[in-house]
């Protein structure tokens, strides 16, 4: 089946762009997947832009990855054949593991290998915790959904959005038992002040209450879906 990895990004001339090479190096290029790097670098970073640019081409299964994040490669080809059965979102994961900053330095360093135990700050479960970092669509519930909700800006809710409007189009996620890893990093700035983030809970506050398709604050025609075959 054709898959691609895309993966929303934007450089930072630091640690983050540390984690990106060391992944893109040791975990992506072995994979064998084509990884699709999907930047936006003008203002409030727009995680919903540099996804739907990213999936601009032609597909039929893509791999929403967080660049700071990986999963086991059996699970993730767990996901992506649950993700054809299905035809609906999957993650790769049922939970995140929060890696520690000493853990990931050594990680970073070559010191430890991906398949190795980890000193972790913390592990997310939660459902609404839990609703990026490895996920799969299929091209055909992209289209219906119309890619991801480009009015989030700056930090929060973009994730959560996409999930709701994909359970409402296509029934609810499935997810693949395992562990998503995720590399520590400084916490992003504002991430949970400021007027993007108040716009972006008012506007996840309205996906959060819709019960149909017709309730969803974006439909495909007011957001930027693809739709190469």
Same mark, same amino acid.
């Given at each position: 089946?054709?898959?691609?990895?895309?993966?929303?990004?934007?450089?930072?001339?630091?640690?983050?762009?540390?984690?990106?090479?060391?992944?893109?190096?040791?975990?992506?290029?072995?994979?064998?997947y084509d990884v699709v790097l999907g930047e936006?670098?003008?203002?409030?970073?727009?995680?919903?832009?540099?996804?739907?640019?990213?999936?601009?081409?032609?597909?039929?299964?893509?791999?929403?990855?967080?660049?700071?994040?990986?999963?086991?490669?059996?699970?993730?080809?767990?996901?992506?054949?649950?993700?054809?059965?299905?035809?609906?979102?999957?993650?790769?994961?049922?939970?995140?593991?929060?890696?520690?900053? @000493?853990?990931?330095?050594?990680?970073?360093?070559? =010191?430890?290998?991906? !398949?190795?135990?980890?000193?972790?700050?913390?592990? /997310? +479960?939660?459902?609404?915790?839990?609703?990026?970092?490895?996920?799969?669509?299929?091209?055909?519930?992209?289209?219906?959904?119309?890619?991801?909700?480009?009015?989030?800006?700056?930090?929060?809710?973009?994730?959560?959005?996409?999930?709701?409007?994909?359970?409402?189009?296509?029934?609810?996620?499935?997810?693949?038992?395992?562990?998503?890893?995720? @590399?520590?990093?400084?916490?992003?700035?504002?991430? =949970?002040?400021?007027? !993007?983030?108040?716009?972006?809970?008012?506007?996840? /506050? +309205?996906?959060?209450?819709?019960?149909?398709?017709?309730?969803?604050?974006?439909?495909?025609?007011?957001?930027?879906?693809?739709?190469?075959?």
């Amino acid at each position: 089946m054709s898959a691609i990895v895309i993966v929303p990004y934007r450089p930072d001339r630091g640690h983050r762009d540390e984690l990106w090479s060391f992944l893109r190096d040791r975990y992506w290029e072995q994979s064998g997947y084509d990884v699709v790097l999907g930047e936006h670098l003008d203002g409030p970073f727009n995680r919903s832009k540099a996804l739907n640019q990213a999936a601009d081409r032609a597909w039929q299964y893509a791999i929403i990855a967080d660049s700071d994040t990986w999963v086991p490669a059996a699970n993730l080809h767990r996901a992506l054949l649950t993700a054809k059965i299905s035809q609906r979102l999957t993650a790769a994961f049922d939970s995140v593991v929060e890696i520690s900053q @000493l853990c990931t330095r050594d990680i970073v360093a070559g =010191r430890l290998s991906l !398949e190795d135990s980890f000193a972790t700050d913390c592990v /997310r +479960r939660r459902d609404m915790e839990t609703q990026s970092s490895m996920l799969v669509v299929p091209r055909t519930l992209w289209d219906k959904v119309g890619g991801f909700d480009e009015n989030f800006e700056g930090w929060g809710g973009e994730d959560s959005a996409f999930w709701k409007a994909c359970t409402l189009h296509a029934g609810q996620p499935h997810r693949v038992a395992g562990n998503a890893y995720h @590399l520590w990093h400084p916490p992003a700035n504002g991430k =949970r002040t400021g007027p !993007e983030y108040a716009k972006n809970l008012a506007l996840w /506050r +309205r996906y959060e209450s819709a019960q149909t398709i017709k309730d969803l604050p974006c439909t495909p025609s007011e957001s930027s879906p693809t739709s190469h075959e």
